[in-house]
């Protein structure tokens, strides 16, 4: 796949179920315009606006997972995350393309059964079609639809598994010679800490004079707030269950599990309040914007300060002093926003960037040191008393003295894709300056049968979808209806 293959592999299964569990969020959201509606044709398969508005979301909601909500429209941007988005599709409708030739197809029964297989729609562990239909209404979407997109997905995965071959002698046998080669070299290792370079003042007042602009303050807001609490919204048990068999889908475990109502309880009683909630909200912040309620307290926060969410924060950057914002959940309370007024970012003095300058000056000034004293190290490794290894393979990740196991690892990797003798390798903050004093091949192990076995099965998949998406970019091209979309 080369520069797509990263978005091919979470696409097919994932994709669905990341989609279920984490719920359709309607972020980046954009008009791309295109024919009818359409945004490009790869081969016989045209590519929605629609489409890509849902792959962009759905991109967007799991990169803000792992970024811990701290995702935002701008981060999105400097990612390229439309780009990635329509490469995705990109990549599935050339499957998708390849799959119709071959007559690949998912039967009515075969999507059927996937989709009563999935626990986020099953009640007592079998489908229920009340959950999925509240499921259809709250993303906003139609049956038709999202079982469209999971046949699409099932449709590759088929494909890709009866293209899939097993490892072969010859593979196992070549791969298996690469775990036996062994390396007998000489090798120091070095770290920060064997360098002290001075932090002279002039210096570090230079290093912030070409740096400064990278030194600012924060930008912050001057806030009105008024909080309404839901904690103390009555709610009682038959509520409590209606709400929960209504909205099911919602509470999983972390492995997708449905949650039973008493292990949900809580959560569930809370999302309650909240709803019931939300029109106490709306009146105070009516009765805010006519002045007729004082707010609960004025703050001066930094962008992104916790006390409000990322939700709110994306919104209070769209707009100007003197807006009030509707309320919007933070914990368990309502939050009514008057911007009063926006402080803009300003380079920092030298006096109030210094604790942050030093720091970074500090590291700089480590890392050139360090690779000055390799270098160095390096011009006599052969002639030096550097530590001598017994003969290593790849396995032997806990034999290096100097170096923890996953240093280890990491070093051999990078040892054994070496074409130096002899050389200099970085591992985040320790370098290992080596000499290549021997290499041999030992005997088979017999034991790592398994492994090269794992190892090639692996391995060739990758190597198989690379190129078989390098082949069919060329059998079926892409006809891309507005700019923007690719690279």
Do not use: C
């Not at 008024?226 to 209606?242: A, G, H, M, Q, R």
């Not at 996953?406 to 300056?433: H, M």
């Amino acid at each position: 796949m080369q520069k797509h293959n990263r978005y091919l592999v979470w696409t097919i299964w994932i994709a669905t179920i990341a989609f279920i569990g984490a719920g359709f969020v309607g972020w980046g959201s954009y008009n791309f315009g295109g024919k009818a509606g359409n945004v490009a044709k790869v081969g016989d398969i045209e590519i929605t606006q629609a489409k890509l508005n849902q792959a962009y979301s759905d991109l967007y909601a799991r990169y803000n997972e792992m970024f811990k909500g701290q995702f935002d429209e701008k981060k999105a941007k400097e990612m390229g995350l439309v780009q990635q988005a329509f490469a995705t599709l990109e990549t599935q409708a050339r499957l998708l393309n390849y799959a119709k030739t071959l007559g690949v197809i998912v039967s009515d029964d075969e999507l059927a059964h996937t989709l009563e297989s999935i626990k986020a729609f099953q009640k007592n562990g079998k489908f229920d079609r009340s959950i999925y239909n509240m499921f259809l209404k709250n993303r906003r979407m139609k049956a038709k639809d999202f079982e469209a997109r999971l046949r699409d997905e099932l449709t590759i995965n088929k494909l890709l598994t009866l293209l899939n071959v097993e490892s072969l002698p010859l593979e196992e046998e070549t791969i298996g010679s690469a775990l036996n080669v062994a390396d007998k070299f000489k090798y120091e290792v070095l770290s920060l800490d064997d360098v002290n370079p001075a932090l002279d003042e002039d210096k570090l007042k230079a290093f912030w004079e070409a740096h400064k602009t990278e030194f600012k303050t924060p930008k912050k807001y001057n806030l009105s707030l008024l909080w309404t609490d839901s904690s103390n919204t009555p709610v009682d048990e038959k509520e409590l269950k209606t709400f929960f068999d209504t909205n099911s889908f919602n509470y999983i475990d972390q492995s997708g599990k449905q949650l039973t109502f008493e292990e949900a309880k809580d959560k569930v009683e809370k999302d309650l309040k909240i709803k019931k909630t939300k029109k106490t909200a709306q009146r105070a912040y009516i009765a805010f914007k006519k002045g007729k309620q004082d707010a609960d307290e004025s703050v001066t926060l930094p962008l992104n300060d916790p006390t409000l969410s990322k939700d709110i924060w994306g919104e209070i950057q769209q707009h100007d002093a003197g807006t009030i914002l509707k309320p919007k959940v933070v914990n368990s309370k309502y939050v009514t926003v008057k911007i009063e007024k926006v402080i803009e970012p300003k380079v920092m003095t030298f006096e109030e960037a210094k604790p942050l300058v030093a720091k970074l000056y500090e590291t700089d000034a480590k890392q050139k040191a360090l690779a000055a004293l390799a270098e160095e190290k390096l011009k006599s490794i052969a002639d030096s008393n550097a530590t001598v290894s017994d003969f290593v393979t790849l396995s032997d990740a806990d034999n290096l003295k100097g170096l923890n196991s996953q240093e280890s690892l990491q070093f051999l990797q990078k040892l054994f894709t070496s074409l130096e003798e002899k050389g200099i390798i970085r591992l985040s903050n320790k370098v290992v300056v080596y000499d290549i004093m021997a290499q041999k091949h030992l005997s088979p192990d017999t034991n790592l049968t398994e492994r090269v076995k794992e190892t090639v099965n692996t391995i060739k998949p990758r190597v198989f979808e690379s190129n078989l998406i390098q082949v069919l970019a060329k059998k079926y091209p892409t006809e891309v209806y507005v700019g923007g979309l690719k690279n």
